[in-house]
């Protein structure tokens, strides 16, 4: 069974594709009604990097709901459109992690893909398109509380991409730009 999104979010697919990597914005996803902390004794990575296996305890309103190990690998696939003839370039983030403990480990199935690319005709805006496969005996009853989530997760989305388009100036660019204005403000001429 399948639950597809897609949506167009403010902010670039630079920033879309770092969000996707970091554990701390992707909970921020899930709050302030789940929870997501780390089981290995390191904590949590501040970035998923491709093959590395995060183990996480997931909470419902402060109660534990269950145990789900996090496996991340990435793709890039070229992808051409009116807008883009030479073509964008889509970047994919897979979890093909699996439910531990909790309602969720009865899956015999869990292939969550997120991809990010420019959103056409929208500069400086990111198309996001999602995809959860689930499978197994219990997918049809879970399916239609893992949609309900997932169109709260959208909305979410939506509220929380614009926090991700902040890029500070590197502080070598901050001090050239803070040069040109002290000149700017000392020239006389109008």
Partial sequence: MRILQKLVLDCDADAAWRALHSPRALAELYAPLMGMEPLASEGMPTSLEPGADVPVQLSALGMPIGRQLIHVSDRYVEERSADAPDGDTVRIL???GIPLTGPLSVLDVWDHQMAVSPAPGHPGRTLWRERLVIGGL???V?????WTTWQWRAARLRQVAPTWAFDPVPAADADADSDSASDAAADPRP
């Fill in 94 to 96: 897979r979890d093909s």
């Fill in 142 to 146: 879970l399916w239609p509380v893992l």
């Fill in 138 to 140: 219990a997918a049809p």
